[in-house]
């Protein structure tokens, strides 16, 4: 457990787990989708102001999604950090062509 604690922090500290990598698929939304997502999921900052697009929203569920799969890799941090970043790509994937979506709260 110290040892995923500390590769958490490390994922952290590289801000893997807010910042979406470029070359990924961009999601598509209605625009009824988009005013929705807005009012419910992305996070805001004290004031209300948006702090992230859905681009971003999906990273940050996908990566933490991803997180807990590095439970059931065997090896080094960096086997696990490899794996933790597939693993997080391919839930981003998912989520953007509207193939799998993970529960509301699950989005919060």
Do not use: C
Not at 12 to 34: H, M, Q, R, V
Request: proline share 6%; no cysteine; hydrophobic share 40%.
């Amino acid at each position: 457990m110290k040892e995923l604690k500390i590769l958490k922090e490390q994922l952290f500290a590289n801000k893997f787990f807010s910042t979406a990598p470029d070359g990924i698929y961009e999601p598509k939304f209605s625009p009824n989708s988009l005013e929705i997502m807005k009012k419910r999921h992305l996070m805001r900052d004290i004031k209300g102001n948006l702090l992230e697009n859905p681009r971003q929203m999906f990273w940050r569920v996908a990566s933490h999604m991803a997180f807990e799969d590095i439970k059931y890799v065997k090896g080094a941090n960096p086997r696990k950090q490899r794996a933790i970043e597939k693993s997080a790509k391919e839930f981003y994937n998912l989520m953007a062509e509207n193939r799998f979506l993970p529960g509301s709260r699950v989005l919060f």
